[in-house]
């Protein structure tokens, strides 16, 4: 079972950039499709990007699509997520997840992911 730690989040303007950073443990981690996810106060936990477990391919939600970059290192346990050009409704808490292996599907849903992180508070002020 792998556990997750998620960093990097923090307060920002409008227009900047944030990386956040996920470390996985416990598992063999080149084996899971990760996940982002976002929740804000009072609204359910939102899928934001995926990446497949040998990183060449990835899926994003439309918001964040041209904006994030979601990437992977197999060789350090740790996933990525690139934030540039970050906007208020950008603010809330950032979920890694890992989920099943995927040669070319990618898991959107929260109940694809059994393993989750603490999450990460991320503010974008405007």
């Known amino acids: 079972q792998v556990h997750l730690v998620e960093s990097g989040g923090g307060l920002v303007q409008s227009g900047d950039s944030l990386r956040l950073s996920c470390a996985a443990s416990?598992?063999?981690?080149?084996?899971?499709?990760m996940g982002w996810f976002r929740q804000t106060l009072g609204k359910e936990r939102e899928f934001v990007a995926t990446?497949?477990?040998?990183?060449?391919?990835?899926y994003y939600a439309d918001s964040v699509r041209v904006r994030f970059t979601i990437s992977r290192d197999n060789t350090k346990n740790i996933v990525y997520l690139q934030m540039n050009n970050l906007k208020p409704e950008d603010t809330g808490v950032y979920y890694c997840a890992a989920g099943p292996y995927s040669d070319n599907y990618y898991y959107t849903g929260t109940d694809e992911y059994p393993q989750w992180g603490q999450g990460t508070q991320v503010i974008v002020s405007s």
């Open positions: 990446i497949l477990p040998n990183g060449d391919r990835t």
């Open positions: 416990g598992g063999v981690f080149k084996w899971y499709s």
